[in-house]
């Protein structure tokens, strides 16, 4: 299966017009016209056929998930801001341990 026709596939699924696939490869900064790609969906033995490049599939499934599911939105920050709240993280994630408790004791030689 060609991406041609996975584009195609996708288009007819979804129910997709060539304006709405512009649209949706303009989510992800991608600027294509409506005979670009009007020349996708035409039978492989036409003059005007051309494949679809992985760039241009990759593209429009990534525009795909925006369209259906929204922008991502956005996090916040993991990394502490503070030297403060550095050392509260640390102090959370590294156990405490009393190494003089568990070494043996060194016996004076007196």
Do not use: W
């Amino acid at each position: 299966m060609t991406n041609n026709d996975v584009l195609k596939k996708l288009r007819v699924a979804l129910k997709l017009r060539d304006d709405d696939i512009v649209k949706i490869l303009e989510l992800v900064d991608f600027r294509i016209s409506k005979s670009e790609l009007g020349a996708f969906f035409r039978s492989e033995d036409h003059p005007k056929y051309m494949e679809c490049g992985d760039q241009i599939l990759r593209n429009f499934l990534n525009g795909l998930v925006i369209h259906l599911r929204g922008p991502m939105p956005e996090k916040a920050s993991k990394v502490p801001k503070t030297e403060n709240q550095k050392k509260e993280t640390l102090k959370k994630f590294i156990p405490k341990k009393n190494f003089n408790k568990d070494k043996p004791q060194k016996k004076s030689n007196d």
